[in-house]
């Protein structure tokens, strides 16, 4: 289903229209790969929609990046490296389950705003250093074990949409009577970095910040 909605989000004439927020956070991502020391030959972009982190990666961070998504609409739009010596491939796949992909291949991986429609997080993202070794995983000289190689991203807090959630609730009270779920429910950062402590992860860093649109 999920897919399916993509598919039709990405085939709207007024999509681009709001690009303008992801464009925003895969700037934001980018800048955080640009702080890394060491260079990573293959980084994966999970449900990378449209490509609003490709743009920004530069030769010496990235060698290759691989941009996967669930909808083969948004794969087909998404855009590549500024920096023409940054190689893309674009595949289509479940983020969730990353089928295409063997262990023991990637050094970087990254998402921007699309951890939030995952169905279980815990088990997908990071409940063991097995999960994380299947996920983060090329092995070489610069990274000596899991909790050494980077995992930048983005995804939306507890806090997002609270205004339009009120209205909703408030709304559908007077109206109905009652209150229905209509938004996802949103991550807790303490959450967040708790998943990251369990999988092995000695260095985490969250941060939030808030973006009014």
Same mark, same amino acid.
Request: glycine share 6%; proline share 4%; charged share 30%.
């Given at each position: ?31 955080? #790969? /640009?702080?890394? %020391? @060491?260079?990573? +030959? ?5 449900? &990378? ?5 490709? +743009?920004?990666?530069? @030769?010496?961070?990235?060698? %290759? ?9 948004? #794969? ?16 289509? &796949? ?8 063997? %262990?023991d291949q990637f050094d970087l991986l990254l998402s921007s705003l699309s951890a939030h429609w995952i169905n279980d997080l +815990? ?26 190689? +980077?995992?930048?991203?983005?995804? /939306?807090a507890e806090d997002s949409l609270f205004e339009l959630r009120c209205s909703l609730q408030l709304a559908e009270m007077e ?10 429910? /949103? ?16 260095? #985490? ?9």
């Amino acid at each position: 289903m999920k897919r399916r909605q993509r598919d039709w989000a990405a085939r709207q004439p007024e999509f681009e229209d709001a690009q303008y927020l992801k464009e925003e956070i895969g700037w934001r991502i980018a800048d955080r #790969v /640009f702080d890394l %020391t @060491k260079f990573n +030959p293959l980084a994966l972009d999970i449900g &990378c929609g449209v490509g609003n982190i490709a +743009p920004h990666m530069i @030769k010496e961070n990235v060698g %290759t990046l691989i941009q996967c998504d669930m909808s083969e609409e948004m #794969v087909s739009k998404s855009r590549g490296a500024d920096d023409s010596e940054v190689k893309i491939e674009r595949v289509v &796949c479940d983020e969730e389950k990353l089928e295409p992909f063997k %262990t023991d291949q990637f050094d970087l991986l990254l998402s921007s705003l699309s951890a939030h429609w995952i169905n279980d997080l +815990p088990q997908c993202d990071v409940p063991s250093k097995a999960t994380v070794s299947r996920w983060y995983v090329r092995f070489n000289e610069g990274y000596e074990n899991v909790s050494d190689r +980077p995992r930048p991203g983005a995804l /939306f807090a507890e806090d997002s949409l609270f205004e339009l959630r009120c209205s909703l609730q408030l709304a559908e009270m007077e109206r109905t009577g009652g209150v229905g779920s209509h938004i996802s429910p /949103f991550i807790k950062a303490q959450d967040i970095g708790g998943l990251l402590n369990k999988a092995g992860f000695d260095m #985490v860093t969250l941060d939030s910040d808030e973006v009014v649109v």
